[in-house]
Each structure stands twice: as structure tokens, then as C-alpha cells.
């Protein structure tokens, strides 16, 4: 069990460029789950996957953002258009069971939008 | 509509002195709940979790928690503190049934240690 990875760790970017995050789950874990959270808050859910299919996603996530987990194993989170109110670090986690739900996270990506 | 309040923003206590992080939740039924600690730069690592069993829950590190269901509370506790617990503490909540499965967070306490 290597745990959630996530690339990058660190990405800046200028405003108006297209940037896209990467989150490897806990292998045998189905559900993974996308958050952001901005200084000083709490993480704020974005979207979540059971294998490959997209289950709920927050009002949070407007049409510049788009996630997939094409083959129900990494998921990538595209950003476009980026804004300087995107800058957040972006935090993915990964479960495998309902019952208890325990999300098991990543160590993030920071996304700074100059 | 689930929602978790943590009072105060930082709490700061000497070594050695005890520990006292509060959370209180609102929702219709009793949830899932949480307690995740974040190092600088860092995600989350799940302290401990409150799964509708025993209402004293022991985590990782020597913290536990106490679900009060007449208060709506869940207070993260530890007796001695030590330097290495200065990191930001976060308390979630999850609604057990039904089809959604995201954890909603509180803002988060920041815990600083006194030599």
C-alpha cells in the first residue's frame, strides 16, 4: 500500500493557461474523491467517482473544470482558464467501502494562479 | 443540510498541558464523524472515527474523542500535549446512508505547542 500519490505537488501557472492534476488512488479502492481547500478553510468537496463513473459533483465545480477516471484507476482534474480566485491546493482521497467510508488522502497540489 | 462548527480558530496550550479541540455538528441524524489532522504542506491523516459503535473513540497519537449526542458534539481530546501535535486539526462530518458520500469540514483549529 503506497498510498494516494498525487503530481504535481506544486504547479504555478498565469492566469488564463489550462492546467491538469493528477491523483493515484489506493489500488484496490473504487471510490475517489477531488476537494479543494483555500488558506485558512476547511477541504471543500469538488467531485467523486465510483470506478470510472462521476457521481456527484458541487456547485463548486463551474464548466471550466472537468474531471475523468477514464479506466476507474487514476483520475486527472483539468482546470481551464485559469483564474487567480482557482489558487487553492487540490486534494484527492480514495475509499473502498460504504460502510464506514474512512477516505484515505493524498498530499495534494498546490496551484498557484499568478 | 450537514454542517460542522469548530469554535475558534487557534487554541495554543503549553507542553504537557492538555488538549481541548471542539466540534459540534448539525444534522437531522447522527452522522459519521471525524477527526483529521494536516501538517504543513501536507494532506490529511485520519486521528480517529465515529461510526455509530463505542461513543469514546481512541486514535492514533494518544487523542480520543467523545460523541455526545444531546450536544451534537465531538471534541477531540488529548491529556498530555507534546510539541509534535502543533499542526492543524479539522473535524468532518458524513451522513451514513443514502448516495452521497462526501465529507464536509469544518475550518479547521490551529493547535500551537508551548515549549
Known amino acids: 500500500d503506497t498510498g494516494v500519490s498525487q503530481d504535481p505537488r506544486h504547479k504555478i501557472t498565469k492566469r488564463g493557461q489550462n492546467v491538469t492534476f493528477r491523483c493515484d488512488p489506493i489500488?484496490?479502492?473504487?471510490?475517489l474523491y477531488w476537494y479543494r481547500q483555500t488558506l485558512g478553510q476547511g477541504p471543500e468537496f469538488l467531485t467523486y467517482?465510483?470506478?470510472?463513473?462521476?457521481?456527484?459533483k458541487s456547485r463548486l465545480l463551474s464548466d471550466r473544470f472537468s474531471a475523468e477516471r477514464p479506466k476507474g484507476s487514476f483520475s486527472t482534474l483539468e482546470i481551464q482558464r485559469t483564474e487567480q480566485g482557482d489558487s487553492a491546493m487540490y486534494l484527492c482521497?480514495?475509499?473502498?467501502?460504504?460502510?464506514?467510508?474512512?477516505?484515505?488522502f493524498g498530499p495534494g497540489t498546490r496551484l498557484t494562479v499568478t | 443540510a450537514q454542517s460542522v462548527t469548530q469554535l475558534g480558530s487557534h487554541v495554543s496550550v503549553s507542553e504537557g498541558a492538555l488538549v481541548l479541540l471542539r466540534c459540534n455538528y448539525s444534522s437531522s441524524v447522527p452522522p459519521y464523524l471525524f477527526w483529521y489532522v494536516q501538517y504543513p504542506n501536507q494532506g490529511l491523516q485520519l486521528l480517529l472515527k465515529y461510526t455509530s459503535a463505542a461513543t469514546l473513540v481512541k486514535g492514533i497519537n494518544g487523542f480520543e474523542a467523545e460523541f455526545k449526542k444531546s450536544e451534537t458534539s465531538f471534541h477531540l481530546t488529548k491529556p498530555s500535549a507534546h510539541m509534535s501535535d502543533a499542526a492543524e486539526y479539522f473535524c468532518a462530518v458524513r451522513y451514513p446512508r443514502g448516495a452521497n458520500s462526501k465529507l464536509t469540514f469544518g475550518k479547521g483549529i490551529t493547535l500551537s505547542v508551548r515549549p
Open positions: 482521497a480514495s475509499s473502498d467501502s460504504d460502510v464506514i467510508h474512512e477516505q484515505y
Open positions: 467517482f465510483q470506478n470510472e463513473a462521476q457521481l456527484e
Open positions: 489500488s484496490e479502492h473504487n471510490r
